[in-house]
């Protein structure tokens, strides 16, 4: 993807020097500014300070991770604990925990002195892969959208969160689609909803904005009323773990849009690659899901003169404060998966179709 008309990754391996560089999602959108991962520790604080977030993106740091550990100390002992450290950062997005293994599986039973290299290199296929998959979920997910949206005027989608490409390495998952649309030419406008407590909507409307797609940002609960009065063809989300049975977990209020979106009959959309989907997991019950600070609601940060950026406290830190970061959408109300693999129904058996391989799960 482009930014300031320069294409661009989020995450990338910095030629033999053990090191990735990211784009610090902290700083947006007020800054753009590059960061360099060099150490475990570095990518450990990145994945929880999120840095870096969004279920895939959150996979491959993770496995880039796991590698630069082996550099610093190769042993088992080593090797399994900076595992169960990296995998403790976030509970929710079942890609972390996916990479890991991945990485885990390659080197676990190579020669100490041979571990680094071939975790890196795992961790860069990772990364490839990423950016395949996700080209996938856009070419099949236009597919989708042309069946739903009028070829006569332009296409009003909504998405909630980033699911867009610094979710993930490029391309996005649900926004893959639409930016396939707008490279054929489709007009096309984008609803986004601020994503409160943590605003991932405003990196969305940030990165639709340097792709030049027009987009709108709404209040979370301005969703349902423009639902509700047919402004909306399509309503396109991401995950960050998918059951075997099609439940989704995703960003909180995910479930409020489904909902809307299923009283007002309009296509609600999970797109996501195969690393978010958990065959080991049975429903949406069964999904840890990440409960956060408070504080992530009893402050809001931003722009606070012309150069800077800072915080501003809402409400006394004795009020108690619920902040669960995620919620489940059952199967039910999701009328179609898109991975790179195509579409299917979010059932068990429409996921079989799409990966026979994992019937013995
Ligand atoms: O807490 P975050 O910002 O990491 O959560 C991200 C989301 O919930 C995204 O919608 C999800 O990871 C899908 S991203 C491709």
Not at 58 to 86: C, K, P, Q
Not at 225 to 240: H, K, P, Q, S, W
Request: aromatic share 4%.
């Amino acid at each position: 993807m482009q930014v300031l008309g320069k294409p661009m990754r989020t995450i990338r391996p910095l030629t033999d020097e053990g090191a990735v560089e990211i784009i610090d999602q902290t700083a947006l959108p007020h800054a753009f500014r590059l960061l360099r991962l060099s150490s475990l520790d570095d990518a450990l604080r990145a994945i929880v300070d999120m840095q870096v977030r969004g279920a895939p993106l959150i996979g491959v740091t993770a496995a880039y991770g796991l590698a630069m550990a082996l550099a610093e100390r190769a042993d088992d002992a080593h090797l399994d604990a900076a595992h169960a450290a990296l995998a403790a950062t976030r509970p929710t997005a079942v890609n972390l925990h996916w990479a890991l293994r991945r990485v885990y599986q390659r080197v676990h039973g190579l020669a100490p002195a041979a571990r680094a290299a071939a975790a890196w290199r795992e961790a860069a296929a990772i990364a490839e892969e990423d950016v395949e998959q996700c080209r996938r979920i856009g070419e099949h997910g236009l597919r989708l959208l042309r069946a739903c949206c009028p070829p006569a005027r332009r296409w009003r989608l909504m998405t909630h969160c980033n699911a867009g490409w610094l979710a993930t390495v490029d391309h996005g998952t649900a926004l893959a689609p639409i930016y396939a649309a707008f490279a054929e030419g489709i007009e096309v406008h984008v609803w986004v909803s601020e994503t409160r407590p943590r605003n991932q909507g405003l990196l969305t409307a940030w990165e639709l904005g340097q792709q030049g797609i027009a987009h709108t940002l709404i209040a979370d609960n301005a969703a349902g009323l423009l639902l509700a009065r047919g402004e909306v063809d399509a309503v396109i989300v991401g995950a960050d773990r998918i059951a075997a049975n099609g439940d989704v977990a995703n960003k909180i209020g995910t479930y409020l849009k489904a909902l809307a979106a299923a009283a007002a009959q309009v296509p609600f959309y999970v797109a996501a690659p195969r690393s978010t989907i958990d065959f080991s997991c049975p429903d949406g019950a069964a999904i840890p899901l990440e409960e956060r600070s408070g504080d992530e609601l009893r402050w809001l940060h931003g722009r606070t003169g012309a150069d800077a950026v800072g915080c501003l406290r809402q409400i006394d830190a004795s009020v108690p404060v619920a902040n669960p970061a995620f919620d489940v959408t059952p199967a039910a109300c999701v009328s179609t998966l898109i991975s790179e693999r195509g579409c299917c129904p979010a059932t068990r058996a429409g996921l079989l179709t799409l990966y026979p391989e994992e019937a013995h799960v």
